[in-house]
């Protein structure tokens, strides 16, 4: 599994991780579960509705969105709280 980070993601994740080392451990355990097995039942792999967007579970509150570039390719677009699934 190959995964992209676009501008966005990176600025985001920038400003959600700032003064957090708790919420980096887990955005690392989440990105390595992803990388290992895209299908682990703990990252609640899920559509959001007709969008191209899909989102990961971090933890309860907080999710990683992004877009498949092709079969072998995430491309992280964005990161936050579960209620920014509106923006998509």
């Not at 703990?42 to 967007?53: D, R, T």
């Amino acid at each position: 599994m190959n995964i992209e980070y676009s501008p966005r993601y990176l600025f985001a994740r920038k400003k959600f991780l700032r003064n957090s080392p708790q919420l980096l451990k887990k955005v690392i355990k989440t990105i390595r579960k992803f990388k290992k097995n895209p299908n682990h039942p703990s990252l609640n792999l899920e559509k959001l509705g007709v969008s191209k967007v899909w989102t990961l579970r971090i933890d309860k509150s907080n999710r990683i969105f992004f877009m498949w570039g092709d079969k072998l390719t995430a491309i992280f677009i964005d990161i936050g709280s579960h209620d920014k699934y509106r923006k998509y």
